[in-house]
């Protein structure tokens, strides 16, 4: 029974890990510029660009990904760029509100 639990949580973390890769991976592909996005159309290249540095955006894909995750292992979730916040308690306020879903059910 104990290496049964065991297979299933290691099965779990791997679906997490791949799920978490698939998800970056497809944001990353998404056209358009996250600075052109933030600043608008009418910002100048180089404030797009000190933006784009800003974010990390302009590093390599898998440095990138490791920046990420290892933020999120350690419980960081970024900073929100619509409400200029930390992500977070957002998070953690819907993580909340499923496992009050799951636990009714």
């Not at 497809?26 to 056209?31: D, G, I, Y």
Request: aromatic share 10%; charged share 10%.
């Amino acid at each position: 029974m104990t290496t049964y639990i065991l297979k299933r949580l290691g099965l779990a973390l791997v679906t997490l890990w791949l799920l978490s890769v698939i998800v970056f991976f497809a944001c990353q592909v998404l056209p358009g510029d996250p600075g052109r996005a933030i600043l608008g159309n009418l910002a100048s290249p180089s404030a797009v660009a000190a933006l784009d540095h800003q974010l990390g955006v302009d590093r390599p894909l898998i440095e990138q990904y490791w920046t990420w995750i290892t933020g999120v292992l350690h419980g960081n979730f970024g900073k929100s760029t619509q409400f200029s916040a930390p992500v977070e308690p957002y998070v953690r306020a819907a993580l909340i509100n499923s496992l009050k879903l799951a636990a009714l059910t």
